[in-house]
Nanobody, 115 residues
Framework: QVQLVESGGGLVQPGGSLRLSCAAS????????MAWYRQAPGKERELVARITSGGGTNYADSVKGRFTISRDNAKNTMYLQMNSLKPEDTAVYYCRSTGYGNDYWGQGTQVTVSS
């Protein structure tokens, strides 16, 4: 079992920044890739960014150049630095880990971009 706990969400004005964290615990040796997803009201959950155990990354087109995903293996934590935030980035952001046939999700953290 892997437990994932997100933090760092909140209310921010357009153009502002936030950094989300996802702390992993439990059977972390089984984790290969980790990712951030988001789900806005009335919309499907979508991939925001993904990072592999080797550090390879990929991003949704809508966040390229604004968001940066990273992971600190020593701290068992993944991050999402979000800059130049837009109202359309408003959503619940979820952390996900996969590996060895396992698939775990965090509980989500709300990000609201509004003036």
């Amino acid at each position: 079992q892997v437990q994932l706990v997100e933090s760092g969400g909140g209310l921010v004005q357009p153009g502002g920044s936030l950094r989300l964290s996802c702390a992993a615990s439990g059977s972390i040796f089984s984790i290969n890739a980790m990712a951030w997803y988001r789900q806005a009201p009335g919309k499907e959950r979508e991939l925001v960014a993904r990072i592999t155990s080797g550090g390879g990354t990929n991003y949704a087109d809508s966040v390229k150049g604004r968001f940066t995903i990273s992971r600190d293996n020593a701290k068992n934590t993944m991050y999402l630095q979000m800059n130049s935030l837009k109202p359309e980035d408003t959503a619940v952001y979820y952390c996900r880990s996969t590996g060895y046939g396992n698939d775990y999700w965090g509980q989500g953290t709300q990000v609201t971009v509004s003036s």
